[in-house]
């Protein structure tokens, strides 16, 4: 079954900060832990994410 089912990168957030800048705009302070098809863990440097809420939910803005 495993050639079915290609093994995928995985990651893992942990959000270490929040600070709203007012009632739909926030930032968040991550630290980013990444799995690779290895199996190995890589930790990335501390990032920050906009948020902007839509309705009753947050979401993450990408800046292209």
């Given amino acids: 079954m495993n050639h079915l089912f290609p093994a995928r990168d995985g ?3 942990t959000i270490r900060s929040v600070q709203f ?3 739909r705009d926030a930032t968040a302070s ?3 832990i990444i799995v690779d098809e290895a ?3 890589v930790k990335s440097p501390e990032t920050e994410y906009r948020l902007r ?3 009753a939910t ?3 803005v990408f800046v292209t």
């Fill in 11 to 13: 990651f893992s957030i």
């Fill in 58 to 60: 947050w979401r993450v």
């Fill in 39 to 41: 199996g190995r863990r």
């Fill in 30 to 32: 991550a630290k980013t």
């Fill in 53 to 55: 809420r839509i309705g």
């Fill in 21 to 23: 800048a007012g009632p």
